[in-house]
């Protein structure tokens, strides 16, 4: 995976994801970044001016189109040179859809991608409409520019990457895959200021662990997320009720969480009944 960012200020993007996981990436050739400073395009020669008054008045300076159009130009040529598809050129604003990690999750198949980081007021429309296949915003705030932005997209999509985190598996059960946040998670010593480590986590049965983490997610998830808990339980219906004296003894996972509502059933079916239950079963649509 190739990240190429065009910018005003590449030594934020190089120093910024030059340490720890993304700069072992690059170093073992996982990942590239290739930050490349627009005002080097500039045709203004003496000054290397990018960035001018806007047409109709109004305050602060916009990017101009040409050395924009000109960077890019230069780095379509270098990936034609390796590669028969042409790459998605992102612009990061406020005014794109708002990142996520299913967008991450897609975003990390492509072989490049080229970032355009606007500055000052944002960048002349004219050259946005002729390069630009996907506006993206990390969210509903305004920032001074994108180089935050593109790294914030370029950390979450190069852990993706498969090879770049030590185990792949870690990135299969962390927050928001399946809608979900992940459960807790506990380290050393067993007992820290009078806090124990969940007896079932000790049990080495990990089928109890699982269960008992897939539990804890969902209480997570409906609790913090709730957006994201409504998605879940949209994917997951909840089971029909067991018969009563069908029904499974209290579990040893169960038992170690002190939410009352979701203490009887520890398969994700039986939790989603019982949320929805406490919804007053409203009608899927
Ligand atoms: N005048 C613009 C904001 C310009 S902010 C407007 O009102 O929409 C300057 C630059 O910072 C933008 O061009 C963009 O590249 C970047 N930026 C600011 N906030 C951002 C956000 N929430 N997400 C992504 N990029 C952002």
Redesign the pocket.
């Given at each position: 995976m190739n990240f190429h960012v065009m910018t005003l200020f590449p030594e934020m993007i190089e120093q910024g994801l030059s340490n720890s996981i993304t700069g072992r990436a690059k170093d073992k050739g996982y990942i590239s970044f290739n930050a490349i400073n627009i005002r080097d395009y500039s045709a203004d020669y003496k000054h290397h001016k990018v960035d001018d008054y806007t047409y109709g008045g109004g305050a602060?300076m916009l990017?101009q189109a040409q050395p924009i159009y000109d960077c890019f130009q230069a780095i379509n040529e270098e990936i034609k040179k390796n590669s028969d598809s042409a790459p998605r050129v992102i612009?990061?604003?406020?005014?794109?859809r708002v990142?996520n990690q299913s967008m991450a999750q897609e975003l990390a198949r492509e072989e490049n991608l080229i970032f355009?980081?606007?500055?000052?007021?944002?960048?002349d429309e004219r050259v946005l409409e002729e390069i630009v296949t996907d506006y993206?915003?990390?969210?509903?705030?305004?920032?001074?520019?994108?180089?935050?932005?593109?790294m914030v997209m370029i950390d979450a999509i190069s852990r993706l990457v498969p090879g770049v985190l030590n185990n792949d598996e870690s990135a299969m059960t962390e927050s928001f895959n399946n809608n979900l946040l992940e459960y807790p998670q506990y380290s050393r010593p067993e007992e820290w200021m009078g806090k124990k480590v969940p007896a079932i986590l000790l049990s080495g049965d990990h089928k109890k662990v699982d269960e008992w983490r897939l539990e804890q997610s969902i209480i997570r998830t409906k609790e913090r997320r709730p957006d994201l808990y409504e998605k879940w339980l949209a994917e997951n219906p909840p089971k029909p009720e067991k018969p009563k004296r069908k029904r499974r003894k209290k579990s040893a996972a169960a038992e170690t969480t002190d939410n009352a509502d979701i203490n009887s059933q520890t398969e994700a079916g039986g939790i989603a009944a019982e949320a929805c239950e406490s919804e007053n079963n409203e009608e899927k649509k």
């Open positions: 602060g990017m612009y990061v604003t406020p005014q794109g990142f355009l980081c606007g500055h000052y007021e944002g960048v993206i915003s990390i969210g509903d705030y305004v920032l001074t520019g994108g180089e935050l932005p593109a």
